[in-house]
């Protein structure tokens, strides 16, 4: 059975600094792995997809790195902002038949002006 | 263009009780999945629904149980209510059902079970 973890579950920064998330994954046969963002009680915004055979992806001041040998994935930030301030989750499809994520427990971000 | 909807946002219910919720998912998009997300157990996957048919299954117990209709739109159903079952209920739609799409959230139904 799959397990995701996320280390740490909570991190605050000050604003502008570059920081990374971890996600570390039992089951190193994974289809792909994606980052999600979640706000205070709302739903999940998909922030990155890796497929299995990808090393990283980049979308602005995001950057996702993916490792299948050794089962794991980095979330790294550059240059913080309040605005980040978020819980980030990280979730693993292990095949393509379908939709079925497993997901970290996440970290929770505070960036502080 | 729309995201996905779903309905009620919040309601509470009492133990025994039944209830159902509902996602529209984004125009197109054919694979309707559903998580339930607590503070203890953070989220898991509850069922995922392409063209009407359930291709997916998490563990949970029989009373839940969803469907799928033609125009793609999802229900979700819980019945004999426990208290455990208070949590935020989440559904994500994709276009294909391949592993491989990006699943876009809606905003969740929050549920309260006393």
């Known amino acids: 059975k799959q397990e995701v973890t996320q280390i740490p579950a909570a991190l605050s920064v000050p604003e502008g600094e570059n920081l990374v998330l971890n996600c570390s994954f039992t089951?190193?046969?994974?289809?792909?792995l994606q980052w999600f963002r979640q706000d205070p009680g709302k739903g999940l915004t998909s922030l990155l997809l890796i497929q299995s055979s990808q090393r990283e992806q980049t979308s602005g001041r995001l950057n996702a790195s993916l490792d299948k040998s050794s089962g794991r994935s980095t979330l790294y930030i550059a240059a913080s902002q309040p605005g980040d301030s978020a819980t980030y989750l990280c979730a693993v499809a292990d095949n393509n038949a379908g939709n079925m994520l497993t997901f970290g427990g996440g970290t929770r971000l505070m960036v502080k002006p | 263009k729309a995201g996905v909807t779903q309905t009620p946002r919040y309601l509470i219910k009492t133990r025994g009780q039944q209830v159902t919720l509902s996602c529209s998912p984004i125009s197109g998009h054919r694979s309707v999945s559903w998580y339930q997300q607590t503070p203890g157990q953070g989220l898991q996957f509850l069922f995922e629904?392409?063209?009407?048919?359930?291709?997916n299954k998490g563990n949970f117990p029989g009373r839940f149980s969803g469907r799928q209709f033609s125009n793609s739109r999802s229900e979700m159903n819980v019945s004999t209510l426990e208290l455990g079952d208070s949590a935020l209920y989440l559904c994500a739609s994709s276009r294909g059902d391949s592993g491989a799409n990006v699943l876009t959230f809606g905003a969740g139904s929050r549920l309260t079970v006393l």
């Open positions: 089951d190193s046969a994974i289809y792909n």
């Open positions: 629904y392409f063209s009407e048919t359930q291709r």
